[in-house]
């Protein structure tokens, strides 16, 4: 379930206590960081939220896929560069009573390895997304300017193909500047069943912090400011503090930590800002204790329960950092 989830690029998303896991349903977009549970050491999950479905990763497969558990082997086998010769199958001794032979399983060949983080950058794209609205109402929802959209290529995707249809598409740059995927975000609350993101399959989310390749270029003797989200960063970015990383969760990889600590000093001073809720509290704590092992870090608590870093004014931005 662990390699299954790592595909997604949703395991970084995930809480890890002993061999559980607990985070958002990806199967149906949900976003409370405990409907969805998972347990490594018998590899089954279940969701408690509106899937109210559980099994094991063929099962996850087979149902975020939306295809047999057959085709959810065959995927499987893909994915992870599982020989077909060396999947245990009935297929080719299906009984005479014409039952459906039952779905491959994988059979390896010892006990896997530890998990570790798959080090392979993510490659620079060959193209770039064209067709984009920059003038979308959704900007001006979220309060960004088109200044802003523009200087982050932001834009609603109005081609007629590809992952990103219908989607507000937000380049993600790796420490070199070079765009390294498009995430896309539904204009507002998603139909059931829609994700709120979608990223590309193989992009390695854990291996960028998005902003990180602007943010080092700002004056270093402002703290850095560490957020979960897209919009946080860019609004932060928005109202003058130019400073700003964004993990993309609320989780932070060994990958991200080393970015981090290579562009910051002993003398460097960060500032964790997280969402003011139970995912962002857990997060910033576990993150603020790693980092403060080569740099003076602060978490900044909210006021207000819920309270996220894109909600702050351009006026108490400026009273928090001047």
């Known amino acids: 379930m ?3 989830l790592q595909h997604y690029g949703v395991l970084d998303t995930f809480k890890r206590t002993g061999d559980r896991l607990s985070g958002p349903c990806p199967i149906h977009g949900g976003s409370n960081p405990t409907q969805f549970r998972v347990d490594t050491e018998k590899n ?3 969701c408690f939220s509106e899937c109210k479905h559980g099994g094991n990763a063929l099962d996850f497969i087979a149902k975020k896929e939306d295809v047999s558990i057959h085709d959810a082997a065959l995927k499987a086998c893909e994915w992870f560069n599982i020989p077909l010769d060396e999947v ?3 297929a080719n001794a ?3 009573s014409g039952e459906n032979p039952p779905a491959p399983v994988a059979k390896p060949r010892s006990a896997p390895p530890p998990k570790s ?3 392979t950058l993510n490659p620079p794209l060959k193209f770039k997304l064209e067709k984009l609205n920059r003038a979308h109402p959704y900007f001006a929802e979220r309060g960004l300017s088109q200044e802003t959209v523009i200087d982050f290529g932001l834009g609603y995707f109005t081609g007629d193909k590809g992952l990103m249809i219908g989607r507000i598409v937000i380049p993600i740059h790796n420490i070199k500047g070079e765009v390294v995927a498009y995430a896309g975000r539904w204009p ?4 059931d069943g829609t994700p709120k993101y979608k990223l590309p399959t193989g992009f390695k989310k854990g291996q960028e912090v998005f902003n990180l390749d602007r943010a080092i270029k700002e004056m270093t003797e402002r703290p850095l400011i560490i957020v979960e989200g897209f919009f946080d ?5 928005q109202h003058g503090y130019r400073n700003v990383v964004a993990l993309m969760g609320s989780t932070m990889t060994a990958m991200q930590e080393d970015l981090i600590r290579r562009n910051t000093n002993p003398n460097s001073h960060v500032v964790v800002m997280f969402d003011e809720d139970e995912a962002g509290k857990a997060g910033r704590e576990e993150i603020a204790a790693r980092l403060s092992r080569f740099c003076f870090v602060k978490i900044h608590v909210f006021d207000q329960p819920d309270m996220q870093p894109e909600h702050l004014t351009a006026e108490e931005v400026q009273q928090l950092f001047q």
């Open 2 to 4: 662990e390699n299954v």
């Open 44 to 46: 089954l999950w279940n």
């Open 88 to 90: 245990k199958s009935n």
């Open 94 to 96: 299906a009984p005479e």
């Open 117 to 119: 983080e798959d080090t």
């Open 188 to 191: 507002g609350e998603p139909p």
């Open 233 to 237: 960063a860019i609004k932060l970015h």
